[in-house]
């Protein structure tokens, strides 16, 4: 595997999807969850088979091997994503993000008992490095806010998202080696779009030109971002991808100031340096083991092993 090209994946998939979060946001404030999803993944369809037509590779990129992953994949990937845009319109953006990063949690353990991947200690200290960091930022939030029943509800909505989210990371490291990383994120959409359309009894609303503007970035973000976090699976192990989604966090808490009028303290810088620095210990600790385990193939090439 290529783990540094793996990171590289990971990282501008989060940044774009951060942005994404934002979107999601700002419209969840007048258009209902439901329709939020659905619009996000609708708008993405056409999109990622665009780029593989534009490929000439549409029949090939959405090949399905294993329908029954893509079915599960789905399912799982749509209850995570409509509790995460529900935890959206009811919790400031820098909280939701903070709570969602139990992901990273979730799924260090669902990739030892699910893939057989080793508990590296260097893996699970840098998640719980990033995860502190992540404390750092948002404690002083839960320390000055009034959480109400409302508030709960939210955080429970994270929470229960971010295990489903790792659930469906799992899955998607399962599924890359018989199927395309496209079709992966096309079958997925196209499952959230279905299932989406459940909630239209429950009131849809007639966006304006500027909530279409949102739900339209919602879709074009999501779309990236979504082909970026699925091919970065390619390349690495599920938790050693697992620290690198913490710099949505620092994406988060720039757009909260500039959009939503959070403003950043101290414990925003503090937690970063623990955030970038998990993450740099298993770019290190990685490059380490990619290097061990070269010099061993040499040997046994050489039939000295």
Same mark, same amino acid.
């Given at each position: 595997?290529?783990?540094? +090209?793996?990171?590289?994946?990971? *990282?501008? !998939?989060?940044?774009? *999807?951060?942005?994404?979060?934002?979107?999601?946001?700002?419209?969840?404030?007048?258009?209902?969850?439901?329709?939020?999803?659905?619009?996000? !993944?609708? *708008?993405?369809?056409?999109?990622?088979?665009?780029?593989?037509?534009?490929?000439?590779?549409? +029949?090939?990129?959405?090949?399905?091997?294993?329908?029954?992953?893509?079915?599960?994949?789905?399912?799982?990937?749509?209850?995570?994503?409509?509790?995460?845009?529900?935890?959206?319109?009811?919790?400031?953006?820098?909280?939701?993000? !903070?709570?969602?990063?139990?992901?990273?949690?979730?799924?260090?353990?669902?990739?030892?008992?699910?893939?057989?991947?080793?508990?590296?200690?260097?893996?699970?200290?840098?998640?719980?490095?990033?995860?502190?960091?992540?404390?750092?930022?948002?404690?002083? +939030?839960?320390?000055?806010?009034?959480?109400?029943?409302?508030?709960?509800?939210?955080?429970?909505?994270?929470?229960?998202? !971010?295990?489903?989210?790792?659930?469906?990371?799992?899955?998607?490291?399962?599924?890359?080696?018989?199927?395309?990383?496209?079709?992966?994120?096309?079958?997925?959409? #196209?499952?959230?779009?279905?299932?989406?359309?459940?909630?239209?009894?429950?009131?849809?609303?007639?966006?304006?030109?500027?909530?279409?503007?949102?739900? #339209?970035?919602?879709?074009?973000?999501?779309?990236?971002?979504?082909?970026?976090?699925?091919?970065?699976?390619?390349?690495?192990?599920?938790?050693?991808?697992?620290?690198?989604?913490?710099?949505?966090?620092?994406? #988060?808490? *720039?757009?909260?100031?500039?959009?939503?009028?959070?403003?950043?303290?101290?414990?925003?810088?503090?937690?970063?340096?623990?955030?970038?620095?998990?993450?740099?210990?298993?770019?290190?600790?990685?490059?380490?083991?990619? +290097?061990?385990?070269?010099?061993?193939?040499?040997?046994?090439?050489?039939?000295?092993?």
């Amino acid at each position: 595997m290529a783990p540094l +090209r793996g990171i590289s994946l990971i *990282l501008v !998939a989060f940044t774009i *999807l951060t942005f994404m979060s934002a979107f999601v946001k700002a419209a969840s404030e007048t258009v209902p969850t439901g329709q939020v999803v659905f619009f996000r !993944a609708f *708008l993405s369809l056409p999109i990622i088979a665009g780029w593989l037509w534009a490929r000439g590779e549409l +029949r090939s990129g959405l090949y399905v091997g294993n329908l029954r992953s893509h079915v599960v994949r789905g399912v799982v990937g749509t209850v995570s994503m409509g509790l995460g845009f529900g935890s959206l319109a009811i919790l400031p953006l820098a909280e939701a993000q !903070a709570i969602r990063f139990a992901t990273p949690v979730f799924l260090v353990v669902f990739a030892a008992l699910i893939l057989g991947e080793r508990f590296r200690l260097i893996r699970l200290g840098a998640v719980a490095a990033g995860l502190a960091g992540v404390l750092v930022i948002v404690a002083p +939030r839960f320390g000055t806010s009034d959480m109400s029943g409302l508030a709960l509800l939210g955080a429970g909505m994270a929470l229960t998202s !971010a295990g489903l989210a790792a659930l469906a990371q799992v899955i998607i490291k399962a599924m890359s080696g018989t199927e395309r990383s496209e079709a992966i994120a096309f079958y997925f959409l #196209a499952t959230a779009a279905v299932g989406a359309l459940f909630t239209l009894p429950f009131g849809w609303v007639w966006p304006t030109p500027y909530e279409a503007l949102l739900l #339209a970035g919602c879709g074009l973000f999501g779309a990236v971002g979504q082909m970026f976090l699925t091919a970065s699976y390619q390349y690495a192990d599920a938790s050693a991808l697992a620290p690198f989604s913490y710099i949505s966090m620092i994406w #988060a808490t *720039l757009i909260g100031f500039v959009w939503f009028g959070e403003v950043p303290d101290w414990p925003i810088y503090a937690g970063a340096a623990l955030i970038i620095g998990s993450g740099i210990a298993i770019v290190l600790r990685e490059h380490q083991l990619n +290097r061990a385990e070269t010099a061993r193939r040499k040997l046994r090439a050489k039939g000295m092993m």
